[in-house]
C-alpha cells in the first residue's frame, strides 16, 4: 500500500528554504494530477506548527502523502525545508496538501522569523484548511510554542485585505487523560484573547474573529507511544475531509476561490506579493489571477481556432466559392470555441471573465471577417452574373427595356438579401449595406451599358433604313438634276423621316428616358437624314463634271424619241448644242448648293445669264476673271451660306470651262460628220459637166444607134460591171478612205474577175453552180442590206469618236440612255 501512495501523491517541493518559487515544478505537479480540470471542486489543505512537532507524519496518515518524516533516532532537527505540497490519495474532491517548514527551528535563530511570517501568510492565502499542530502541554501557557505561532498568524491575516473565511483545525498532539471537552474552551479562549491582542487595521477593528476563521479543535494521542490508537483517530479524523468544500465540509463556507486552472499563476503571484512585502489584497489578486488566466484561455482557443479543420476548410471552400450556410458553419465553430472558453473559465471573476469572452470573440471576428467579405464578394458576382443573364433572356423575349430591368434587379436584390441572411453570423452585427450598394452600382452599370448598346444598335438600324430608303433615289433625283430636284429630294426626307420617326418612337418607349433625352435622340435621327442627304449631294458634287457631260452626250446625240442622231446635214447643230449645254447647266446649278431650307436663290439664273447667253466658242476662258462685275468671281453665294454652298461660284465658273473644253471636240466632230455626209451623197457631176458629156459625146451615141452590136456589149458590160460592184462592194472598200479602197479593189479584182467568168460558163453549159447562185444572191442581198442599214461613214465616225472620247473621260451612260441604245440595236437587228 506504501508503495501506492507513494506514486499517487507526487510529492513535490513548492519553495524552498531561500524562499525561491519552484513554478516548473508547481506545472508538472498540476498537469500529473490533473488539476486545471477540476474548476473549483479541490481544496487546499495546509499544516503549521512548531519544528519537530510531527507535522509531515500526521499529513502523511492522513492523506497517504509520502513527505519526508524525521527520525527520532537522529535526534531532533529541521526536516522540512520551504514549503512541499503533494497530493492527498483518495479523497473526494481533489485536495492539494501543503507541508509549511515548522516555526521556531534552531537552524533560523530566534530573530530570522521572515519566512515564517512569509510561509503563514501565503498557507492562509491559498489554503482552504489550515491545520494548527500544538502540544497538548501547551494549552494554557501563557510563553508555550503557540502563542507566537497564533499571533503570527492573526498579524499577517491583517495583511489580507479581505478575509476567504479560512478554517483553522487545531490538532492537539500528544493529549493528556485531560477530557477534550476541558481543553477546547481553555484554547479557544486564549484564542480570543490572542485575536483581541493582535493590532488590527482601522476597517477591521471590531471585527469578529468569526468573521475571518473557522475554529475547529481536534486531539490526537502520542504517535510514538500509542501508535495504533493514534492512526485509529487519524483515520476518523481523514472522514472529515472527504467532500470538504460541501455545504457543512471543513471548507463548506470558504470565499475567493480560485479556479484550478488559474491556481498556480495564482499560487506564484501571491508568493511574489509576499516577498516583496507588500500588502497582499486579495481581491485585487483575485481579478488579477482571473485576467490572466482567462486572457491564457482565450488565447488557446484563438490559437486553436486559427488552426481548426474545419474553420480551415471553410475559409479554403469560400475562397474559392461562395459556401452554402456559410453563417451557420462559421457559427457553429464560434459557438464551440466559445463554450470551450466558457466551461475553462467559468470559475473566475464574472466581470473579467466576460470581458475578455467578449475579447476573444473580438479576435476571432476579426480572423473570419475576410471569409466574410468574400463569401458576400461571390454572392455580388453570382448576383451580378444572374441579373445579366435574367436581363439578356427578358430582352429576347421581347419584353420592354426599363421593365425589364426593374424586374430583374429586384429579384437580384431578393435573391443577394437571402444569400446576405444565410451568410449571417449570430456573434456578429456586420453590415453587408457596402457590398449591397456596390451591386446595384453594378447593376445600374450593366444596365446602362446595355441600354447605350440597345440604344446605339437601334439607332444604327434605322439610320441604315434611312441611308437605303433615301441614297438611291437621291441618288437618281441628282442624275435627272431638274428644276424640280431639290423639291423631290425634301419631299422624299421628309416623307423617310417621318416613316422613321413613327418607328423609331414606339421603339424608345420601352427604354423609358427622360424627355430631353428622347426630344434629343429624335432631333438625331433627322439630323441624320438630313446629314445622308448632304452627303449624297457632296458626292454629286464631286462629280458633277461627269454627269454635265454624260448629260451632254446623251442630248447632243439623241433625239426627243432617245435614238441616235445621223447626221444627215438637216440638223441644226447650234440649237442642239445650246439645248444641250442648257441641260448641263441645269445640272451644274442643282448641285452648286445644298437647298433643304426652301430658301429662293439666283443660282440658276446667274448661271444661265452669265455662262450660257454669252457665246459658246471657248474663247470665253480669256474673260477677265477679275471683273469686279462678275458675280461668278466670287466665293460665295448671295442667298446661300456655306455649310450649304458645294461649288462656289469661281469653281462653277472653272467647271463650266473645263466643260465647254472637253465638249467642243464632240461638236466639232458633229459639224464635220454632217459635211461628210453632204459630200458623200453628191455622186453624179455637175450639171455643167453632164452637159458637155452629152455635147461631145453625140457623135459616140449616133454610132451606137446605128450599130445595135455595140448596145449589146455595152449592155453585157454593164451586167459585169454592175456584178462585179456588187460583189466586191466598192462602196463600202472607200468608206475609209479613197487609197485603202483601191488598194483594197486592186488586190480582189482578179479573183472576183475569174470567179464570176467561171460561174457564167458553168451556166453556159447547162450546169447552174447552187452554191454560186446562193452565194450571189447572199451577196446581193448582203450588198443591199449594207446600202440601206449602214450609217453614214462620217456619222459613224463622229459617233465612234464621241464615244472614244467619252472613254476617255471616265464617263458613263445613264440608264435611261443604256436602255434606249438596246432597244434601238434590238429593233435593227430585227429588221
Not at 152 to 167: A, I
Not at 219 to 246: N, T
Not at 389 to 409: D, N, Y
Not at 562 to 580: A, N, V
Amino acid at each position: 500500500m506504501a508503495v501506492k501512495r507513494e506514486e499517487d501523491s507526487c510529492s513535490t517541493q513548492l519553495i524552498d528554504e531561500n524562499g525561491e518559487f519552484n513554478a516548473k515544478g508547481l506545472d508538472n505537479f498540476a498537469t500529473t494530477v490533473k488539476l486545471t480540470r477540476c474548476g473549483l471542486s479541490y481544496a487546499v489543505v495546509a499544516i503549521m506548527g512548531p519544528q519537530s512537532s510531527g507535522k509531515s507524519t500526521l499529513l502523511n496518515h492522513l492523506f497517504y502523502t509520502n513527505f519526508r518524516e524525521m527520525d527520532a533516532f537522529r535526534g531532533r532537527s529541521q526536516t522540512t525545508k520551504g514549503i512541499w505540497i503533494a497530493k492527498a490519495v483518495g479523497i473526494e474532491p481533489l485536495t492539494i496538501v501543503m507541508d509549511l517548514e515548522g516555526t521556531d527551528g534552531r537552524e533560523r535563530g530566534e530573530d530570522d522569523t521572515t519566512f515564517e511570517k512569509q510561509s503563514a501568510l501565503f498557507a492562509l492565502a491559498v489554503a482552504d484548511v489550515v491545520l494548527i499542530n500544538m502540544w497538548c502541554h501547551d494549552i494554557g501557557r501563557e510563553q508555550a510554542a503557540n502563542k507566537p505561532l497564533l499571533k503570527t498568524v492573526f498579524q499577517v491575516m491583517m495583511r489580507l485585505f479581505s478575509p476567504r473565511k479560512t478554517t483553522l483545525l487545531f490538532v492537539i498532539r500528544d493529549k493528556t487523560k485531560t477530557p477534550l471537552e476541558y481543553l477546547e474552551p481553555i484554547l479557544r479562549e486564549d484564542i480570543q484573547k490572542i485575536w483581541d491582542g493582535v493590532r488590527k487595521p482601522q476597517a477591521h477593528k471590531d471585527t469578529p474573529l468569526s468573521e475571518f476563521f473557522n475554529v475547529e479543535v481536534t486531539a490526537l494521542p502520542s504517535y510514538e507511544e500509542k501508535e495504533e490508537q493514534f492512526k485509529d483517530q487519524v483515520a476518523q479524523l481523514r472522514q472529515q475531509f472527504f467532500h470538504s468544500i460541501s455545504p457543512g465540509g471543513l471548507a463548506g463556507d470558504r470565499r475567493g476561490v480560485v479556479p484550478a486552472s488559474g491556481f498556480s499563476y495564482s499560487a506564484q503571484q501571491i508568493w511574489k506579493v509576499i516577498k516583496e512585502n507588500k500588502d497582499l489584497d486579495l481581491p485585487a489578486h483575485k481579478v488579477m489571477v482571473a485576467t490572466v488566466r482567462c486572457e491564457e484561455i482565450a488565447n488557446e482557443k484563438f490559437s486553436s481556432l486559427m488552426i481548426n479543420e474545419d474553420w480551415r476548410a471553410l475559409e479554403h471552400e469560400v475562397h474559392e466559392d461562395a459556401v452554402r450556410n456559410f453563417g451557420r458553419r462559421l457559427s457553429s465553430i464560434l459557438d464551440d470555441f466559445l463554450s470551450e472558453y466558457d466551461a475553462e473559465s467559468v470559475f473566475f471573476e464574472e466581470n473579467v471573465r466576460s470581458l475578455k469572452r467578449q475579447q476573444f470573440l473580438s479576435k476571432a471576428l476579426q480572423l473570419v471577417h475576410p471569409a466574410f467579405i468574400s463569401q458576400l464578394g461571390h454572392l455580388r458576382d453570382k448576383s451580378l452574373e444572374a441579373f445579366k443573364t435574367q436581363l439578356e433572356q427578358s430582352l429576347r423575349r421581347g419584353e420592354a427595356f426599363a421593365a425589364s430591368v426593374r424586374k430583374c434587379a429586384d429579384s437580384t436584390i431578393i435573391e443577394f438579401d437571402k444569400g446576405c441572411s444565410d451568410a449571417a453570423v449570430r456573434h456578429a452585427n456586420w453590415d453587408a449595406s457596402k457590398v449591397r450598394d456596390k451591386l446595384h452600382r453594378d447593376i445600374e452599370a450593366h444596365a446602362s451599358s446595355v441600354r447605350n448598346d440597345k440604344l446605339s444598335n437601334l439607332k444604327a438600324a434605322y439610320e441604315k433604313q434611312i441611308t437605303s430608303a433615301l441614297a438611291e433615289p437621291i441618288e437618281s433625283l441628282f442624275e435627272v438634276g431638274g428644276s424640280d430636284t431639290w423639291a423631290s429630294i425634301r419631299k422624299l426626307l421628309k416623307r423617310e423621316t417621318d416613316v422613321a420617326i413613327s418607328c423609331f418612337s414606339p421603339a424608345l418607349s420601352g427604354f423609358e428616358l427622360d424627355q430631353d433625352t428622347f426630344d434629343r435622340m429624335m432631333q438625331n435621327l433627322k439630323d441624320y437624314a438630313r446629314s445622308v442627304v448632304e452627303k449624297k449631294a457632296r458626292e454629286e458634287a464631286g462629280k458633277v463634271l461627269m454627269r454635265m457631260k454624260d448629260r451632254f452626250n446623251t442630248v447632243f446625240s439623241h433625239d426627243s424619241d432617245s435614238m441616235p442622231r445621223l447626221w444627215t446635214g438637216k440638223e441644226d447643230i447650234r440649237s442642239i448644242t445650246k439645248e444641250s449645254r442648257s441641260e448641263s447647266l441645269k445640272l451644274l446649278s442643282v448641285v452648286a448648293a445644298i437647298r433643304l431650307d426652301e430658301k429662293p436663290d439666283r443660282i440658276e439664273s446667274i448661271l444661265f445669264s452669265r455662262l450660257l447667253e454669252g457665246t459658246f466658242s471657248i474663247s470665253s476662258r480669256d474673260r477677265d476673271l477679275g471683273d469686279s462685275g462678275d458675280p461668278l468671281a466670287s466665293s460665295s453665294w448671295e442667298e446661300v451660306s456655306r455649310e450649304n454652298t458645294l461649288l462656289t461660284p469661281v469653281q462653277c465658273k472653272s467647271l463650266w470651262r473645263q466643260f465647254m473644253a472637253e465638249t467642243e471636240y464632240t461638236v466639232t466632230q458633229a459639224i464635220s460628220a454632217q459635211e461628210a455626209y453632204r459630200q458623200s451623197n453628191n455622186w453624179l457631176p455637175p450639171a455643167w459637166a453632164i452637159m458637155a458629156m452629152i455635147v461631145l459625146g453625140f457623135n459616140e451615141f449616133m454610132l451606137l444607134l446605128r450599130n445595135p452590136l455595140y448596145l449589146l456589149v455595152l449592155f453585157v458590160v454593164y451586167l459585169l460591171g454592175k456584178a462585179l460592184w456588187v460583189q466586191m462592194n466598192i462602196p463600202g472598200e472607200f468608206r475609209n478612205g479613197i487609197l485603202v479602197g483601191l488598194i483594197s479593189i486592186s488586190s480582189r479584182f482578179l479573183p472576183t474577175f475569174a470567179d464570176l467568168l467561171q460561174r457564167l460558163a458553168a451556166e453556159a453549159q447547162g450546169n447552174p453552180a447552187p452554191e454560186a447562185s446562193r452565194t450571189t444572191h447572199h451577196v446581193a442581198s448582203q450588198s443591199f442590206r449594207s446600202q440601206v442599214n449602214s450609217p453614214n461613214p462620217v456619222s459613224s465616225s463622229v459617233s465612234s469618236s464621241s464615244n472614244i472620247s467619252t472613254e476617255n473621260d471616265f464617263e458613263y451612260m445613264s440608264p435611261q440612255l443604256t436602255h434606249r441604245r438596246v432597244t434601238q440595236m434590238e429593233q435593227e437587228e430585227s429588221s
